[in-house]
């Protein structure tokens, strides 16, 4: 079974900080993906990010980063100089390559940014 | 684009009572899913439709509850004899569903029902 664990419950710290939320995660798939949704108070889960198992490249979206690390199943997810907008719950969620291709979300991450 | 818009934002009944939520993915989205989000949990996966096909149920959803997508267009989910456990944030999301490699579901705004 699948299953994504964020460890961290919540996070705060103090504008222009940067801040690491952690995805540990178990498959048994060789091909899967992985994804970063965000949930601000409004409710509405926003995507921000996708990567396929195969491709292992980290990735960097203006003060968003991602690290994916098999070897290690994570794939951790760092806001550099924080800003109060970032405040929001972040799920991390996996899913299989066939199929439904359901998400299997972690609990979240509630991280405030404190001005 | 427009966004999946899912209607009501909110709903309160009493149990017992039934319940229907309506979805409607993005146009041309082939696949349409509901998930339900109980309070400080993340979404959990309910069912999912290819079009207008239903093709997986998790063992979550009860025979109280049933999904429909007549035309493969906007879905609806209905909770029979509504129980206080049944209170939470229902999630639509739908996704194009041509490349499964490149698939992302996006989610509706949802519906909070409470059930009194």
């Known amino acids: 079974a699948q299953k994504v664990t964020q460890a961290q419950t919540e996070i705060s710290v103090v504008e222009k900080e940067d801040v690491t939320l952690d995805c540990v995660y178990e498959t048994r798939d060789t091909t899967y993906y992985l994804f970063w949704y965000k949930q601000p108070p409004s409710g509405e889960l926003v995507f921000l990010i996708r990567r396929n198992s195969f491709d292992e490249q980290n990735e960097i979206s203006g003060r968003y980063s991602w690290n994916f690390q098999k070897s290690t199943s994570s794939f951790n997810f760092t806001i550099t100089a924080s800003q109060v907008v970032d405040s929001a719950v972040y799920f991390c969620?996996?899913?299989?390559?066939?199929?439904?291709?359901?998400?299997?979300f972690g609990q979240g991450t509630r991280l405030t940014i404190n001005p | 684009d427009t966004g999946v818009s899912q209607d009501p934002r909110h709903k309160i009944t009493k149990r017992g009572q039934n319940v229907t939520f309506r979805c409607d993915p993005i146009?041309?989205?082939?696949?349409l899913y509901w998930y339900r989000q109980t309070l400080g949990q993340g979404p959990e996966f309910l069912t999912y439709f290819q079009n207008e096909a239903q093709l997986e149920k998790s063992r979550l959803l009860s025979d109280r509850f049933s999904a429909e997508r007549p035309k493969g267009s906007f879905s609806t989910l209905e909770i029979q004899r509504t129980e206080q456990g049944d209170s939470a944030m229902y999630l639509c999301a739908s996704s194009l569903g041509l490349d499964l490699f490149t698939d992302t579901q996006y989610f509706g705004p949802g519906t909070r029902l409470t059930v009194l």
């Open positions: 969620a996996l899913s299989e390559a066939s199929g439904a291709q359901k998400l299997v």
């Open positions: 146009s041309e989205h082939n696949r």
